[in-house]
């Protein structure tokens, strides 16, 4: 059987690899600022927010959904917010 998911963005990934990524990215704070959830803003941690996530599909979508759009638009989130010109913490 072939397993290959060509059409879907988020093969290969785990979400604890997808919430390490976006909080390196954006920071919690941002992170926070973006997806309204107490995981994100209240004493965050990845633990944490695994816990949450794994529990709550609305939330776990939304998460999912910026880390595509982060892909799409910057093409990558790995150690990218301090090399990628115009990232959200370069902003400040």
Avoid at 17 to 25: A, E, F, G, N, P
Avoid at 66 to 73: D, G, P, S
Wanted: glycine fraction near 8%; aromatic fraction near 12%.
């Amino acid at each position: 059987m072939n397993y290959e998911q060509p059409k879907n963005p988020l093969h290969g990934y785990t979400l604890e690899q997808i919430v390490v990524s976006l909080s390196d990215y954006y920071g919690w704070e941002g992170l926070g600022g973006r997806i309204e959830v107490r995981c994100f803003n209240d004493d965050p941690s990845v633990k944490s927010s695994l816990k949450f996530l794994r529990k709550t599909p609305w939330a776990r979508k939304k998460v999912e959904d910026l880390f595509i759009y982060t892909l799409a638009k910057y093409g990558t989130t790995e150690g990218a917010a301090d090399e990628l010109e115009g990232s959200p913490r370069n902003e400040q």
